[in-house]
């Protein structure tokens, strides 16, 4: 892998250069003679050729242009004109954002992306990328639209009476969602206008490492970003063809009567909520034991519970073998454990796979992983020191905060001559299951492995809301602590608000606070967030066995 990019460059001592760079809203320690290294944001000045510099929110015009560009071991000729400093390809969350910072930090650059679709294919996409049009933003409209159903249940208990059942209109939900969609995606194009970033809608490939191919048009960039995120992923088994997706499933000319969800991960979980909400019948197929592999074995443990007494129905250490299309259109699924009859619809949630198909990656010697991922260094550059991938194509932690922080962190490092890596220290994340999950830090297995010594701190109790709906909801809350140092490892929450209260504790988590810090804080009454600083008693300690290498219980305390 390509070593830490080396930002330098020199500048001319001629006195017509140092009026101009003096005229820059910009610090730069001009030479007094011969060329020097500079130490900051301009690294590179090709010419006196005018061109446009963005080091500003200002828009200079084309009469006052000229390009700040990255000068790094990336076998850039310095001597050659490239059309762009820095080249995208895909204008999902990653993408826009290292292009637009790029520009603001004095680059020349261009992002192409695939006309707009709901549904992603090889020749459809979209400004905005799959957290805007096909992933976080249009799931989470689906989830408030389906935990009306349960409001309604919560509420009887409060007073309120209907003559008639409430009724929801699928089709109304999906135009309104649609629009907003096309919506958004204007935004994202205009912020990409307004940051003097060049928007190319096609298929970009990759033919040297400073050479794309969009739809038969060639660029040359300094440096080139593959930013096309991922796209689901259905097995092959007999079948398939009658599965939908995850981006199909938004996007459904109707509503599911009875769905099968194949998985158990956070996408499976999320969409049993929803159509759950919504009034299908809604089975759920897993191979483990338990959904939500990786997570917390507490939190695992809570959230099937809950979805359980939701009318959610699991199927556990069942893995699909085929979907059989009968007469009447109904849909058989059969697993290792046998087949179960009429559904509307089967939706394979299984996982997602990096979308670097077709990108002619491999012909230029940039390395793929098994599964197709980029492979980069701590800088996310490649194996082709020019070219350079973030966001969920390097399937590093694929969530659209991190895929930001990375765009931004390369920007940094390419164009302010500030070498930058990803912090993914305590990233906290959330599952917009019902209930829904929160989650910073490590999990009770994690913490084990890494500090042995630990003390754990758990909260199970009826919120004051269904004090009176009379429905089964819980919270779960749970601390993990460093029993050497104090210090707060991992914060876990399944209940409602769950990902709005653990973004603030997330910063606790992230700056290293201790559990004294927690309980010195006052709490915030009558909240669920206010369990998480008035927890005085480990449920349990754990003690690594210095012998036996083995972590044992030491003390319980019952909660």
């Known amino acids: 892998m390509a070593s830490t990019p080396k930002l330098t460059t020199t500048i001319s001592s001629s006195p017509s250069l140092q009026i101009l760079c003096r005229k820059l809203p910009i610090a730069i320690n001009l030479p007094s003679s011969t060329s ?37 071991d990336n076998g850039a000729d310095s001597d050659r004109h490239y059309d762009f400093d820095l080249f995208t390809i895909g204008a999902g969350s990653g993408g826009v954002r290292a292009s637009r910072f790029a520009t603001s930090y004095g680059a020349s650059a261009a992002v192409c992306e695939l006309p707009f679709s709901t549904i992603s294919s090889e020749t459809a996409g979209g400004v905005g990328g799959t957290c805007v049009l096909r992933g976080c933003v249009p799931k989470k409209l689906l989830v408030y639209a389906s935990k009306y159903s349960h409001e309604f249940e919560d509420s009887h208990g409060f007073g309120w009476k209907y003559d008639t059942e409430p009724t929801h209109d699928w089709t109304t939900l999906i135009a309104n969602k649609n629009a907003e969609l096309q919506r958004l995606t204007g935004i994202y194009k205009n912020i990409l206008n307004n940051a003097n970033v060049k928007l190319i809608e096609g ?48 996007d459904l000319p109707s509503k599911p009567e009875k769905i099968a969800i194949v998985g158990g991960g956070y996408i499976a979980l999320e969409f049993a909520g929803i159509f759950n909400g919504l009034g299908s019948e809604v089975h759920v197929f897993i191979r483990q034991k338990k959904v939500l592999r990786g997570f917390d074995e507490d939190v695992r443990d809570f959230v099937g519970e809950q979805m359980s007494l939701r009318g959610i129905e699991f199927h556990t250490e069942e893995s699909p073998e085929a979907i059989i299309k009968a007469g009447d259109g109904s849909l058989s699924l059969k697993t290792s454990k046998g087949t179960v009859d009429g559904f509307s619809h089967v939706m394979f949630a299984t996982g997602r796979k990096p979308n670097t198909k077709n990108l002619g990656l491999e012909n230029v010697g940039v390395k793929l992983a098994k599964n197709g991922a980029i492979e980069v260094d701590e800088y996310s550059r490649t194996s082709v020191p020019s070219i350079y991938a973030v966001g969920d194509v390097t399937d590093r932690i694929n969530l659209t905060p991190v895929a930001l922080m990375e765009g931004m962190a390369l920007a940094k490092t390419l164009f302010q001559n500030d070498p930058t890596k990803p912090d993914y220290r305590a990233v906290p994340c959330a599952v917009f299951s019902q209930p829904p999950i929160g989650t910073v830090g ?18 199970n109790f009826k ?29 876990h929450m399944c209940g409602d608000d769950s990902p709005e209260i653990i973004q603030g504790f997330g910063v606790a988590v992230k700056a290293g606070l201790t559990k004294a810090d927690f309980d010195a804080t006052v709490g915030v009454h009558p909240t669920a967030a206010e369990e998480f600083v008035t927890m005085r008693t480990p449920t349990r300690k754990i003690r690594k066995d210095s012998s036996e290498g083995k972590a044992s219980l030491e003390a319980k305390t019952a909660v």
Do not use: W
């Not at 297995?445 to 909260?459: L, M, P, W």
């Open 442 to 459: 490590l999990s009770e297995e994690q913490a084990i492995e890494q500090y042995g010594d630990i003390d754990v701190f758990t909260s």
């Open 463 to 491: 919120p004051l809301k269904a004090t009176l709906s009379g429905l089964p909801d819980r919270v779960f809350m749970k601390l993990i602590v460093c029993a050497n140092t104090n210090k707060v490892l991992g914060v």
């Open 203 to 250: 298929r970009g490939k990759v033919i040297d490492p400073h050479t794309i191919d969009v739809d038969g048009k060639i660029y040359t960039s300094r440096n080139i970003l593959i930013a096309v995120g991922g796209r689901p992923f259905i097995p092959d088994i007999p079948g398939r063809e009658f599965a939908i997706d995850s981006d199909a499933a938004l």
């Open 36 to 72: 020097r290294s500079l130490p900051k944001t301009l690294s590179h000045l090709s010419s006196l050729r005018p061109r446009l510099a963005l080091v500003s929110n200002h828009r200079y015009s084309p009469s006052r242009r000229f390009s700040v560009r990255a000068q790094s």
